[in-house]
């Protein structure tokens, strides 16, 4: 059996005019090379896979003096699987991209202006080195990496590998996962390019097998008269191994024999190089559990290696042999394979079933309640052609089947019964294991399941009483107004429900009964009523489940009523004048402060309005336009914050900010109606009754309801 399947790239034959094949040296895998423009320095001793390429094939004009940076002396690879990266270097013989060789890659000689061309600094414009990878050997190119025809040196990337074969414009789509490190700009100092390629395992095409094509390009359109250079190979290690049998001594080794239990079984194991590289480290291994000594190496070409030993069999034995070895670049390359000794021998059935609902009807699968009983059947059979000793019941249960029996050819079945508790789902396997007249092991197994469903039902009860979108199971708002409440049915148990019926204290009609299948959206419902006093609402789900069964939940939510309390400008106004402030002090605020401090005025309604003072603020008398209506609004919005900022005020807005934030939004707008609207608003719930007399004091209650009367030696205040 192989691991994969090798294929050879027919795109290089199409090549083949461009394409020098080359010798490869074969490293051992480990190395791990430093970029600093000199490959044969950094990707040096072993570890390196190095493909030469012939020096003298790139072209010059005729009398051009020196070598073209173009001229490759070999193309080196090398892969650290700790990091899972690709080292590339590209060994030149002289500076790479140096196209005149005049040994400055930066400047154009005359010789080469004359001919209309130009060597460009920095291998810019359509000047290209590349490397290209057909990782899956499917005849197409996967990726590409190094300096294209439409970038400088500080473009390198690695990208997908975009057709048709032209390799200056070859790169598609970038791939910045996988570009790593390059090596310095090639110069006198630095003449070569190096560049790493990360995430190796992870490109487009790598299929995780070291087999591939790699190909590298140097050349430019600019340089008129000078040729490009290209280098090409292709790494397809492979292992093969065979595994024969010979049960009946006649010499003649097969995949497969057939021959009496107890005698002896020769086994051949042959392992080949039967790809194209050196492999070391071969390791060989069955599940004979054979020794087949230390690991060894198997050049490419070498003759193959055989091995043979002796068991004895007494049940049909498939034996798997296994090899696996490491390729040059340091890749694993494996195969498998079998060969099978039959024998004559009896065999044994065992059948398991359960009935989880005590109908009297037994099978493989049913279904019932978690916590209920589950009564199991084990009916044992000698369905072989000979007598059985030493029959031997267990399963996963644990039941005790008693001392092991005899069981003839032709005998009754023997039946066992037995009852547990299944609380979750259950599959139980039941097995049984006998000798037979060879001495021989004949054994079977079977399962039953008993899947149990918990079927379950959730009801959640939610209210909004302040319209703020906040549904929670208990919200505060204001006496007759609309309070939202929301009713959410889940199927919150592991199984279909059906004929849910949904209904609440507040006597609404959530409609006709419907079905809830497991895994299906909750359903929602949502009403208003109007609500004058502290309310809770209990909401109740039933629903039948797969088996006829009844489920229910319920929940509940409340409505708490608060926010009626409020004192008028006119009261913060007179306590200020009259009564020093007494009642602004719990409030943070004095009518010294200025409004622009408090509130945001803006330019529409008078940059001067921002200097009077919070009391000033509460003698406005209002007006005409946006001005006027500014006056109305910041007339109440006072009074509103130190109502909000009170402690013994409940009003409507509780936090302080909320008024800012509010009064700010509306003065913005510039809008008469925007703001005479707030005001409208804030004015109404100024209005909702003072709780405080005119010193500031809180105003004891003397039972005459919610809103009382205080009692005082100067006057009475009644709200």
Same mark, same amino acid.
């Given at each position: 059996?192989?691991?994969?399947?090798?294929?050879?790239?027919?795109?290089?034959?199409?090549?083949?005019?461009?394409?020098?094949?080359?010798?490869?040296?074969?490293?051992?895998?480990?190395?791990?090379?430093?970029?600093?423009?000199?490959?044969?320095?950094?990707?040096?001793?072993?570890?390196?896979?190095? @493909?030469?390429?012939?020096?003298?094939?790139?072209?010059?004009?005729?009398?051009?003096?020196?070598?073209?940076?173009?001229?490759?002396?070999?193309?080196?690879?090398?892969?650290?699987?700790? !990091?899972?990266?690709?080292?590339?270097?590209?060994?030149?013989?002289?500076?790479?991209?140096?196209? +005149?060789?005049?040994?400055?890659?930066?400047?154009?000689?005359?010789?080469?202006?004359?001919?209309?061309? @130009?060597?460009?600094?920095?291998?810019?414009?359509?000047?290209?080195?590349?490397?290209?990878?057909?990782?899956?050997?499917?005849?197409?190119?996967?990726?590409?990496?190094?300096?294209?025809?439409?970038?400088?040196?500080?473009? &390198?990337?690695?990208?997908?590998?975009?057709?048709?074969?032209?390799?200056?414009?070859?790169?598609?789509?970038?791939?910045?996962?996988?570009?790593?490190?390059?090596?310095?700009?090639? *110069?006198?100092?630095?003449? +070569?390019?190096?560049?790493?390629? @990360?995430?190796?395992?992870? =490109?487009?095409?790598?299929?995780?097998?070291?087999?591939?094509?790699?190909?590298?390009?140097?050349?430019?359109?600019?340089?008129?008269?000078?040729?490009?250079?290209?280098?090409?190979?292709?790494?397809?290690?492979?292992?093969?191994?065979?595994?024969?049998? +010979?049960? #009946?001594?006649?010499?003649? &080794?097969?995949?497969?024999?057939?021959?009496?239990?107890?005698?002896?079984?020769?086994?051949?194991?042959?392992? !080949?190089?039967?790809?194209?590289?050196?492999?070391? #480290?071969?390791?060989?291994?069955?599940?004979?559990?054979?020794?087949?000594?230390?690991?060894?190496?198997?050049?490419?070409?070498? %003759?193959? /290696?055989?091995?043979?030993?002796?068991?004895? /069999? *007494?049940?049909?034995?498939?034996?798997? %042999?296994? /090899?696996?070895?490491?390729?040059? =670049?340091?890749?694993?390359?494996?195969?498998? +394979?079998? %060969?099978?000794?039959?024998?004559?021998?009896?065999?044994?059935?065992?059948?398991?079933?359960?009935?989880?609902?005590?109908?009297?009807?037994?099978?493989?699968?049913?279904?019932?309640?978690?916590?209920?009983?589950?009564?199991?059947?084990?009916?044992?059979? #000698?369905?072989?052609?000979?007598?059985?000793?030493?029959?031997?019941?267990?399963?996963?249960?644990?039941? #005790?089947?008693?001392?092991?029996?005899? =069981?003839?050819?032709?005998?009754?079945?023997?039946?066992?019964?037995?009852?547990?508790?299944?609380?979750?789902?259950?599959?139980?396997?039941? $097995?049984?294991?006998?000798?037979?007249?060879?001495?021989?092991?004949?054994?079977?197994?079977?399962?039953?399941?008993?899947?149990?469903?918990?079927?379950?039902?959730?009801?959640?009860?939610?209210?909004?009483?302040?319209?703020?979108?906040?549904?929670?199971?208990?919200?505060?708002?204001?006496?007759?107004?609309?309070?939202?409440?929301?009713?959410?049915?889940?199927?919150?148990?592991?199984?279909?429900?059906?004929?849910?019926?949904? !209904?609440?204290?507040?006597?609404?009609?959530?409609?006709?009964?419907?079905?809830?299948?497991?895994?299906?959206?909750?359903?929602?419902?949502?009403?208003?009523? @109007?609500?004058?006093?502290?309310?809770?609402?209990?909401?109740?789900?039933?629903?039948?489940?797969?088996?006829?069964? !009844?489920?229910?939940?319920?929940?509940?939510?409340?409505?708490?009523?608060?926010?009626?309390?409020?004192?008028?400008?006119?009261?913060?106004?007179?306590?200020?004048?009259?009564?020093?402030?007494?009642?602004?002090?719990?409030?943070?605020?004095?009518?010294?402060?200025?409004?622009?401090?408090?509130?945001?005025?803006?330019?529409?309604?008078?940059?001067?309005?921002?200097?009077?003072?919070?009391?000033?603020?509460?003698?406005?008398?209002?007006?005409?336009?946006?001005?006027?209506?500014?006056?109305?609004? =910041?007339?109440?919005?006072?009074?509103?914050?130190?109502?909000?900022?009170?402690?013994?005020?409940?009003?409507?807005?509780?936090?302080?900010?909320?008024?800012?934030?509010?009064?700010?939004?509306?003065?913005?707008?510039?809008?008469? $109606?925007?703001?005479? %609207?707030?005001?409208?608003?804030?004015?109404?719930?100024?209005?909702?009754?003072?709780?405080?007399?005119?010193?500031?004091?809180?105003?004891?209650?003397?039972?005459?309801?919610? &809103?009382?009367?205080?009692?005082?030696?100067?006057?009475?205040?009644?709200?």
């Amino acid at each position: 059996m192989k691991t994969r399947t090798r294929i050879l790239l027919p795109m290089l034959v199409i090549l083949a005019l461009l394409v020098s094949m080359t010798s490869v040296a074969m490293p051992v895998f480990g190395a791990t090379p430093t970029f600093t423009g000199d490959v044969e320095a950094d990707f040096a001793g072993p570890g390196i896979l190095i @493909i030469n390429d012939p020096i003298g094939d790139v072209g010059m004009p005729p009398g051009a003096p020196g070598i073209t940076g173009w001229e490759m002396k070999d193309l080196r690879l090398t892969y650290d699987e700790a !990091t899972d990266t690709m080292y590339v270097g590209i060994n030149v013989v002289s500076i790479l991209g140096d196209a +005149d060789g005049d040994g400055n890659p930066s400047v154009t000689s005359p010789w080469l202006l004359g001919l209309g061309g @130009i060597d460009l600094p920095s291998l810019n414009e359509s000047e290209t080195a590349c490397v290209y990878f057909d990782l899956n050997q499917d005849l197409t190119y996967d990726i590409i990496a190094g300096i294209s025809g439409l970038t400088d040196y500080s473009g &390198f990337s690695v990208s997908t590998f975009a057709g048709p074969f032209f390799p200056p414009y070859n790169f598609g789509s970038p791939l910045p996962t996988n570009t790593g490190t390059v090596s310095p700009n090639p *110069s006198p100092v630095t003449p +070569d390019l190096e560049f790493s390629i @990360i995430n190796w395992s992870s =490109l487009p095409g790598n299929d995780g097998d070291f087999s591939f094509c790699v190909s590298a390009f140097l050349g430019s359109l600019q340089d008129d008269g000078i040729g490009e250079d290209f280098v090409s190979y292709c790494q397809s290690p492979d292992i093969c191994i065979e595994k024969t049998v +010979d049960c #009946n001594g006649d010499g003649n &080794f097969s995949d497969q024999e057939t021959w009496y239990a107890g005698d002896n079984a020769t086994w051949k194991v042959v392992v !080949t190089n039967c790809g194209d590289s050196n492999l070391t #480290n071969v390791i060989v291994t069955d599940t004979n559990g054979h020794n087949f000594g230390a690991p060894f190496n198997l050049p490419y070409g070498a %003759a193959p /290696v055989e091995f043979t030993y002796v068991t004895v /069999v *007494s049940v049909n034995t498939t034996n798997n %042999a296994t /090899v696996v070895a490491t390729d040059v =670049l340091g890749g694993t390359v494996s195969d498998w +394979d079998i %060969a099978t000794n039959n024998v004559v021998t009896s065999d044994i059935c065992i059948e398991k079933t359960v009935d989880c609902n005590g109908d009297g009807n037994f099978s493989d699968q049913e279904m019932w309640y978690a916590g209920d009983n589950a009564t199991w059947k084990v009916v044992v059979t #000698n369905c072989g052609g000979g007598d059985l000793t030493n029959v031997i019941v267990t399963d996963s249960n644990g039941h #005790n089947f008693g001392a092991p029996f005899d =069981l003839p050819y032709g005998a009754l079945p023997v039946e066992f019964t037995y009852v547990t508790v299944v609380s979750v789902n259950t599959t139980n396997n039941a $097995t049984v294991v006998a000798t037979d007249v060879l001495g021989g092991t004949v054994s079977d197994w079977d399962i039953a399941t008993n899947n149990v469903i918990e079927p379950k039902i959730c009801i959640e009860k939610t209210v909004d009483c302040n319209n703020d979108g906040i549904f929670l199971h208990e919200d505060t708002g204001t006496a007759g107004d609309n309070a939202t409440w929301k009713v959410v049915v889940t199927n919150c148990g592991d199984s279909d429900l059906t004929n849910v019926i949904v !209904t609440d204290t507040n006597g609404h009609n959530f409609g006709a009964p419907f079905d809830l299948p497991y895994g299906a959206a909750p359903v929602e419902f949502t009403y208003q009523t @109007i609500v004058n006093v502290d309310t809770t609402n209990t909401a109740n789900v039933t629903a039948t489940d797969v088996l006829g069964g !009844t489920v229910t939940d319920s929940d509940s939510a409340t409505n708490l009523i608060t926010g009626n309390e409020g004192c008028t400008p006119g009261y913060w106004k007179n306590n200020a004048v009259k009564w020093g402030s007494s009642a602004w002090i719990p409030t943070g605020y004095n009518k010294t402060m200025l409004l622009g401090n408090v509130f945001t005025i803006p330019a529409c309604v008078n940059h001067g309005t921002g200097n009077n003072t919070l009391l000033q603020a509460l003698s406005y008398k209002g007006g005409s336009g946006v001005k006027g209506a500014a006056q109305i609004l =910041l007339r109440s919005a006072v009074a509103a914050l130190l109502n909000a900022a009170h402690p013994d005020i409940n009003y409507y807005m509780s936090d302080p900010q909320d008024v800012i934030d509010a009064v700010n939004a509306a003065l913005a707008s510039c809008n008469r $109606t925007t703001m005479l %609207a707030l005001y409208a608003e804030l004015d109404l719930h100024n209005n909702d009754g003072c709780v405080l007399d005119m010193h500031g004091n809180p105003i004891i209650p003397d039972g005459d309801g919610p &809103f009382t009367v205080f009692q005082s030696s100067f006057y009475s205040w009644r709200r």
